[in-house]
């Protein structure tokens, strides 16, 4: 029932779901539930708003299917244990598989999860304890392309603007992204400017989302055709002299090569491969290039692509020509999809990246002074190397770190064959999630985000507190506590050693230069955005004013378009997307188990009402999707934004199994893999 006011205490944090970083207040009674949410009124990105998610998606902590005990299991079934038993056993599994197989046949997955200190363990449990590069996180599923291709381009593999800069800003560039259902109170401020008449939008994305209603321009490429997309526009912008060529003469170099390569694509050739009118092409490229300040925001449907970074470059060469970079309200934004993704990766869970992004080569001479050890020398795996390796027996045991893989990764059977042929999975997680269920030997309850302390990173570079509302559940700790329980059953305490989050912090910041400003104290008293060197520095709302951090001018690069395997044919005639939607997210741990698996509890197939009736199919029927790598069955939902040719589907669902219809290719260089484009068939089930 209704709680008296002064009967509920509320607690300032952080909402645990999409990268926008929203902070709201949690309200507990004197049982320790929490029994309300409200959004912090001076929230540096919600300004007093939260979404759906963010108000009604909390009841995951106490939800029945949270599992607070440590478990092992045995002879197939999992016996609750204690917690010296669980690391025990976990520890001496992970130092047999060391020593039969080495380093390389283990590995740790990080996620958004977890805050930056339990990132920042679970890397350094892996290159300490384990002595192997080989950890990553749920990165390398989104926005790894952008990462790769902001560092090569620009010096920093992140957003260069904040959210702020959408009030500045007068025409948005949207790319891929669909920000009213998966970046709600985002979507929600842009859609204010273009109501207001504030700003304009050129929406790029094969859907037409509530944005792409609300643009001056909707481009509906085929999906997996950005990078002859942009070429056209970029050739158009050269052509027809609208380039800022004072910012090209002092910032850009590499022309030759570049113009050779945009030159290829004409808005006609374009036209043919992306399905955008040339002149809807030359319109956008004008419109984009002349409008000042203008800011690029773009989203998975850029990078879950097998050319995943060169479409992300292709997007910031457009910056680059136009000058729209470094001046409030210009830029180019990822919408990071978690609420800690970009921390995750930033903290090191990153083969090829230590904290704060630095490079092995980089980094490596401050992080073994400050642990006291020399890191491995081997190159690190991706965690799709990580599966690769594991379907061929060469990689024998991870430790996942609230990360649902046998969920969320792509051509589910590939994948399922490979977890089960792992000799030791160890989940640190609130749920037993199909990982744990199906394929676990250790089961390690961790704190959810409303029980812990720490930070996490949103998508404009804001670190922010995360406080804990209520405490612990049964025997759940927060995951940097376990990493650092786990070493010492390992026989590793060396570096393991803390007290609390804020000291995990404060090593952070000693091994992380451009996070060295972001005290404790000053994240108590509010966020902060990296790059902030020292206790004077008050952050960077804005990067790349003048120069970039790889230096003062950006190599433009010539791209190829290389084309998707995933073609239509007669026997599997439609692309499917797939994405998320506004009342889930992702695997579902959270919103599986909160109030608003209510108001969207099952995945849907999307078609267009005339692909509809040429199929004979109807609203709410069961039908079968078949691609080249498996199948699916799923209620048809008739949806007007969905254009003709083409499908979209949710993934949340773990009965629907949509990943099954996913194949194996990925991006060449961040082995992202492309979600946004399978060819299926549909037929009633
Ligand atoms: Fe949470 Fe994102 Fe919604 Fe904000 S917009 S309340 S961060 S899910």
Known sequence: GLQPHTAVRWTRTVCPYCGVGCELELGADAQDRIVGVRAALDGPVNKGHLCVKGRFGQGYVDAPSRVTTPMIRRDGAWVPCSWDEALAYAAERLMALKAAHGPQALGVLGSARATNEDNYLAQKFARLVLETHNVDCCARVCHAPTAVALKNLLGTGAATNSFDDIEHSRLFLIVGANPTENHPVIGARLKQQLLRGQAQAIVIDPRRTELAELATLHLAPWPGTDVPLFNAMAQHILASGVQDSAFAAERLEGWAPFVEAVNAWTPERAEGVCGVPAALIRAAAELYARTRPAMSIHGLGLTEQVQGVDAVMGLVHLALLCGHIGQPGSGVNPLRGQNNVQGSAH?????????????????????????????????????????????????????????????????????????????????????????????????????SAAEK??????????????????????????DWWIQCALAQACGHPQGFEFEDAAAVWDEVRRVWPAGAGMSNARLDAAGLQWPCRDEQDPGSTLLHRSGFSIGPRATLRALEFLGSPERPDDEFPVLLITGRNLYQFNAGTMSHASAVEALRPADTLDLAPEQAEALGLAEGQAVRVCSRHGEAVLPLRVDARVAPGMAFATFHDPEREVNRLIGPWRDAVAHTPAYKRTAIRIQPA
Not at 453 to 461: K, L, P, Q, V
Not at 464 to 475: I, K, L, T, Y
Request: charged share 20%.
């Open 453 to 478: 302390s720490g930070s996490f990173m949103n998508a404009e570079r804001r670190v922010q507190r995360v406080r804990p509302a209520v405490s612990p559940r049964g025997e759940a700790r927060p």
């Open 347 to 447: 903290m090191g869970c990153e083969p090829g990246s230590l904290p704060g992004g630095q490079s092995l080569a980089q980094g490596r001479a401050t992080c073994e002074a400050v642990w006291g050890q020399k890191l491995p020398e081997a190159r690190g795996l991706t965690l799709m190397e990580m599966m690769d390796a594991a379907g061929q027996g060469r990689f024998k045991g991870l430790l996942v770190v609230g990360y649902d893989i046998a969920h969320s990764l792509p051509d589910s059977e590939r994948t399922w064959a490979a977890l089960e042929k792992l000799e030791l999975v160890v989940v640190q997680d609130l749920v037993l999630t199909q990982t744990a269920a199906r394929f676990g030997h250790v089961f390690l309850p961790a704190c």
